[in-house]
């Protein structure tokens, strides 16, 4: 049985009947006030004020608690003075207000059925009709073409491309075409908030905000990108090597994440030691980013909300570090897994950490050692690819706390290990 055969004139109570009548008139008042108020402010000749949404409102409610054959029919009466009040006129060519009347009539019929409901669709459409000039100067100043495009692209990614995916792995637990396209997606849409921040916030908290998500795509990347801005001179040394700190809070946070996806058994050896070492890198980087007069440190706004090149060269990298590790650990046993994931080590630790750890649990002692040494290895490389982008300078900053965060790391995993 449907619900608008269990609920009528016939079936309620008075108090019931009195709730959804004061329920309907609040939201029709609600959605009226606006539109007067705007009417008023803009000197429109809008044919719905204060007084004709709290009716409407009122009407959707008692036409469809009468029947709801009569609420049909009130819908087309309602839908026909709208469509006639559009056509007729003539200083106005916007619809705003006929959509808002004719929706408001079902948000009165909506209280029959569900009062919570129906209010939130009241306070959205309110909201809605509230930002005009917000959304209008949104859409036609502040967002670029570029960035709807890219936006539109990163959305037909996630709702088009990523479901249509078979997710299936095609050699052993590596190189499945969906995770590829999710990575992609992540990617996209991590560099796509690095840039919305970068818009939105001051250049030195955008520096940090997007040194982090950067860093969740490539910490490597971003610390190469950080050093080379302070080689061209474009940066200070030392608020950039703070912000490449933060970039490898990214890594260990993603890190914990890959673990508790992938392998929970290795939460217990690496929460605490990660989260300690993310604190030592958090309280570093903003001692060196303090009160820094490094106001151009963040790259020069293209336009773009991401780099579609770059992410697919990040994505397609990090898979073939994972086949690689996958494909010596198979071939040499052991010796392969060492080797393979200090090779991947080397230029990102991410895929590395995600084959180790899905092989098996820490008490595997080679497994272990192959994660601390990975790690271990990984920190080094950044410290050279500090060096060789951005110089001595940006190395001496950078490296110290580096080091010392993952000295931390390691001796807390062996503690752990050993708990």
């Not at 109570?13 to 609600?30: E, K, P, R, V, Y």
């Not at 009569?70 to 309602?78: M, P, S, T």
């Not at 950080?226 to 993603?254: D, E, F, P």
């Not at 991410?350 to 649990?361: E, L, N």
Request: charged share 10%; net charge positive.
């Amino acid at each position: 049985m449907s619900m608008l055969s269990l609920i009528s004139i016939h079936t309620i109570s008075i108090t019931q009947f009195l709730t959804i009548i004061a329920a309907a008139l609040g939201c029709g008042l609600l959605i009226g006030l606006e539109r007067e108020r705007s009417r008023q402010r803009e000197n429109q000749h809008s044919f719905a004020g204060f007084r004709s949404f709290a009716i409407c409102s009122l009407l959707g409610a008692i036409c469809f608690l009468f029947d709801p054959i009569l609420g049909i029919v009130g819908a087309i009466v309602v839908g026909g003075i709208c469509i006639i009040t559009i056509k007729n006129q003539k200083e106005d060519p916007g619809i705003t207000t006929e959509i808002a009347f004719f929706f408001t009539y079902f948000i009165g019929a909506m209280c029959i059925y569900n009062i919570t409901f129906a209010a939130a669709l009241a306070v959205i459409l309110t909201i809605l009709l509230l930002s005009k000039h917000k959304m209008h100067q949104f859409a036609g100043k502040w967002i670029t073409e570029s960035e709807i495009t890219d936006g539109i692209f990163l959305l037909a990614l996630i709702l088009i491309a990523l479901p249509l995916m078979p997710n299936k792995p095609l050699w052993g637990q590596v190189l499945n075409p969906y995770v590829i396209v999710k990575l992609l997606s992540l990617i996209l849409a991590v560099q796509a908030l690095a840039h919305i921040a970068k818009r939105l916030m001051s250049k030195q908290k955008a520096l940090i905000l997007s040194s982090v998500a950067s860093g969740f795509v490539s910490s490597t990347a971003t610390i190469a990108n950080l050093g080379m801005q302070v080689r061209a001179g474009h940066a200070q040394a030392k608020s950039n090597a703070g912000a490449a700190l933060m970039s490898c809070v990214a890594t260990l946070l993603q890190l914990l994440i890959i673990v508790a996806g992938t392998n929970p058994a290795w939460l217990k050896v690496l929460i605490v030691p990660c989260l300690s070492a993310t604190l030592i890198l958090i309280i570093a980087a903003l001692f060196l980013m303090y009160k820094s007069q490094n106001n151009e440190s963040v790259s020069a706004d293209t336009g773009r909300m991401f780099s579609l090149k770059e992410a697919g060269i990040i994505a397609i990298t990090l898979t073939l570090i994972q086949a690689g590790v996958y494909g010596l650990s198979v071939l040499l046993g052991d010796a392969g897994l060492l080797a393979g994931t200090l090779l991947a080590s080397l230029f990102e630790v991410h895929g590395a950490m995600a084959s180790v750890v899905m092989q098996g649990d820490p008490d595997q002692t080679i497994l272990f050692y192959a994660v601390v040494l990975g790690l271990s290895v990984h920190a080094l490389a950044k410290c050279v690819n500090s060096f060789l982008t951005g110089g001595l300078k940006f190395l001496l900053y950078f490296a110290p706390f580096q080091i010392l965060h993952m000295a931390v790391l390691v001796l807390l995993m062996f503690v752990m290990i050993r708990l």
